[in-house]
């Protein structure tokens, strides 16, 4: 007897709930109640919150929470593999990318990895300095034994801001064309980036297996791709009318306009986007180590898990650094693109 | 008189502009006599142009005045269809633009319309070089070529020197001759100019009017000009429109429309300007035979300059000269009565 049942009779409903009691196993807090030998107590104070548990107590027929839980488990379960069928292939290639990633990245030797990188950072941001910086930066790491982590982080976001850009700007670009369209993608975008990042993981365990790459690399993308988007779309709507305007009056075609005109003047929105990308890359990679991700967050996870402060700290610090460098560098590369298009 | 001079080049028939969700519903309303107000009040409708007929011919300068709001920017834009029209059509050399497929009109917008704006409206990330071959450029013409031609134009309109600059490195005046030579490059044998020398400062205004002139005698191109500047209007125009509330309140020769208002707005709009530095001899001479022996004056002359003639001899009488032959008389006391505004003449009328 609960404080429930004389509701349930009230109803009319006794029949319905022994016919449907499921029994099933004992739940905690009945056990508890049995061995304290003390019955229910019906006072006012006592009375628990009428949730799914407390109903089933009075009332066999009510499921319990964790019928709940368990019918949401085998839902996702009974659509994974239809799911499976359609995504694995489609996603494959993430894996095959990021997997060639890190193995190009720790195969080549590092007096090769070093130097290309440092001239990569040198035709983006055109400054000596920044390329210093970035050479100290490096040499840093790799002199205390860092430099494989801090490769095969900078391999993912590599590839994840690559695949965001392909993907970010012709969906920021539709956006910028269509307003339903706007209308329709803007709760996407702004649920992704509401999400709590661990909250992603969840769906994609799932969905993928934890050995595989295209896990991780999904949930940093799904994070990542948002600024792309939201600043590409923002760029081609701010491109002046008047420009514009003057750009169809000579006979432009739609191709002319947005090759032409629409893109080189939205390039430091969308170039502010890519450093956003950037940013938020690194942030869901280090994350990412939850889901076997390799590179400097699997170490903070280490330093975590184990208790090993100091190789935590280091750890943390590499990204730290990693994270000023590639701020300093996209954020130089957009001031090329703005001196180059200014108005 | 050639063919040219009588069949137009450009001719809009009929063509009315209503903004809203549902133009063509409005279309009877309109065509009932529903004014500019009204149609806002009752139907939540603008009205942008009402049964506007204009025809503009080849190598003249058709100038189109009215105040803000009067649907100036509307009409022009109608004509190489940035705008769509609600109902009417505007031929060019007979065939309707608006039936035109996207690629024809994209053909047109290329090679037969050239347009200049007020905000001048270059490409930012483009050299003034890159800016004045746009034209040519977007036809996929090749790029020697069409590079020596842009920079003939640049020369043209006095900006040699300047091919790799940017636009923003360039001052207002100079940015609008590069509009101008943009619009020139395009070969196109009809240039749109919208209130083009609006956002200019008085000095230079007057200097880049000079220089469309000029080119003008030269290239003798079908320009559309829209101002709302009467003195502007004055002195560019061979064929002059006045907008008022989307509808055409008068249009003709400028001489024409200062010398007979059509109704009190157009009095009010030319009441103010220097009418002996305006009107021209021959608007104002009688189209008699000449008086033998009389001091000549050319028709093209401005009254200013016969007074200053005249040196204020109220009884004098010019013969009037045109080419070498002589085409009228002008009487002193024509030129004075010319000079006062109608209005003014006819409550004199009125009161004695
Ligand atoms: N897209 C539009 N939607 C609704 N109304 C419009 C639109 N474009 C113009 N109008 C209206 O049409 C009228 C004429 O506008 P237009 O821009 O042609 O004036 P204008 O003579 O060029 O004025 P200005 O000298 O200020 O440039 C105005 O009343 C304006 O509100
Ligand atoms: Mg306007």
């Not at chain 2, 009040?41 to 189109?64: C, P, Q, S």
Request: overall charge neutral; glycine content about 8%; proline content about 4%.
């Amino acid at each position: 007897m609960t404080t429930y049942s004389g509701l349930f009779e009230a109803f009319g409903l006794k029949g319905w709930c022994e016919a449907g009691s499921s029994g099933g196993p004992v739940s905690m807090a009945e056990l508890l109640a049995k061995t304290t030998g003390k019955a229910a107590e019906t006072n006012l104070w006592d009375t628990p919150f009428p949730s799914l548990d407390a109903l089933h107590g009075a009332c066999g027929a009510v499921p319990r929470t964790r019928e709940l839980t368990a019918g949401i488990e085998r839902l996702f379960l009974g659509i994974k593999d239809p799911l499976k069928t359609v995504l694995d292939p489609l996603t494959q290639p993430l894996s095959w990318a990021i997997d060639g990633a890190l193995w190009a990245i720790l195969v080549l030797p590092w007096w090769i990895v070093i130097p290309i990188f440092l001239a990569v950072v040198q035709f983006a941001a055109r400054s000596g300095r920044i390329t210093g910086f970035v050479a100290s930066v490096l040499l840093m790491l790799a002199f205390v034994d860092h430099y494989d982590f801090a490769m095969q982080t900078l391999a993912i976001i590599l590839v994840c801001t690559v695949i965001c850009v392909l993907f970010g700007v012709p969906i920021g670009i539709a956006m910028a064309r269509n307003d339903r369209l706007q209308r329709s993608v803007i709760p996407v975008l702004d649920m992704l980036q509401t999400l709590p990042t661990f909250v992603y993981l969840i769906p994609l365990i799932f969905l993928f297996s934890v050995t595989e790459s295209k896990l991780y690399g999904i949930a940093i993308i799904l994070y990542a791709i948002v600024p792309a988007i939201r600043l590409t779309d923002l760029g081609i709507r701010l491109v002046d009318r008047d420009v514009l305007e003057a750009a169809e009056a000579f006979g432009m075609s739609q191709r002319q306009k947005l090759f032409g005109v629409q893109i080189p003047l939205a390039l430091p929105n969308i170039m502010a986007g890519v450093n956003q990308t950037i940013m938020m890359s690194l942030a869901m990679v280090v994350i990412a180590s939850l889901v076997s991700a390799p590179g400097l967050g699997a170490l903070v996870l280490r330093g975590i898990n184990k208790l090993e402060l100091g190789v935590g700290i280091v750890a943390g610090l590499a990204i730290v650094m990693l994270a000023i460098v590639l701020d300093r560098v996209t954020k130089a590369a957009l001031a090329q693109v703005n001196l180059a298009t200014k108005h | 008189m050639n063919m040219n001079a009588t069949t137009p080049k450009l001719s809009i028939r009929n063509l009315y502009k209503i903004f809203g969700t549902d133009p063509k519903a409005m279309l009877p309303h309109v065509q009932a006599g529903i004014g500019k107000p009204e149609l806002l009040a009752r139907h939540k409708h603008v009205l942008g142009l009402e049964d506007i007929n204009v025809d503009m011919y080849a190598g003249k300068i058709t100038v189109i005045m009215g105040l803000s709001g009067s649907g100036k920017s509307t009409l022009i834009r109608h004509l190489n269809r940035l705008i769509e029209p609600t109902a009417g059509e505007i031929l060019l050399d007979g065939a309707d633009v608006t039936r035109l497929s996207h690629d024809e009109l994209r053909k047109l917008r290329q090679s037969r319309m050239s347009m200049v704006f007020q905000k001048f409206a270059l490409l930012p990330h483009r050299t003034v070089l890159d800016n004045t071959a746009l034209a040519p450029t977007i036809r996929g013409e090749p790029g020697a070529g069409t590079r020596e031609s842009a920079r003939r134009w640049l020369e043209r309109v006095g900006l040699e020197g300047y091919e790799q600059h940017y636009p923003h490195q360039l001052s207002g005046g100079m940015q609008q001759r590069v509009g101008i030579a943009r619009a020139l490059c395009s070969e196109a044998e009809i240039m749109l100019m919208d209130e083009a020398f609006s956002a200019l400062d008085p000095i230079i205004r007057t200097d880049m009017q000079a220089l469309l002139l000029e080119l003008q005698r030269e290239l003798h191109k079908t320009i559309i000009f829209i101002t709302h500047d009467l003195d502007e209007a004055l002195r560019l125009a061979d064929h002059l429109v006045v907008l008022k509330d989307g509808r055409i309140v008068q249009q003709g020769e400028p001489q024409e429309i200062i010398l007979k208002p059509a109704d009190e707005y157009i009095e009010n709009f030319v009441r103010d300007i220097n009418r002996a530095r305006v009107l021209r001899v021959r608007s104002v001479m009688a189209a008699t035979g000449g008086t033998d022996g009389h001091d000549r004056i050319d028709a093209n002359a401005t009254l200013e300059d016969a007074l200053e003639r005249a040196q204020g001899a109220a009884d004098h009488v010019f013969d009037v000269t045109d080419g070498g032959c002589v085409v009228g008389t002008l009487a002193m006391t024509d030129l004075f009565k010319a000079l006062v505004p109608r209005h003014a003449r006819q409550e004199d009328a009125g009161g004695s």
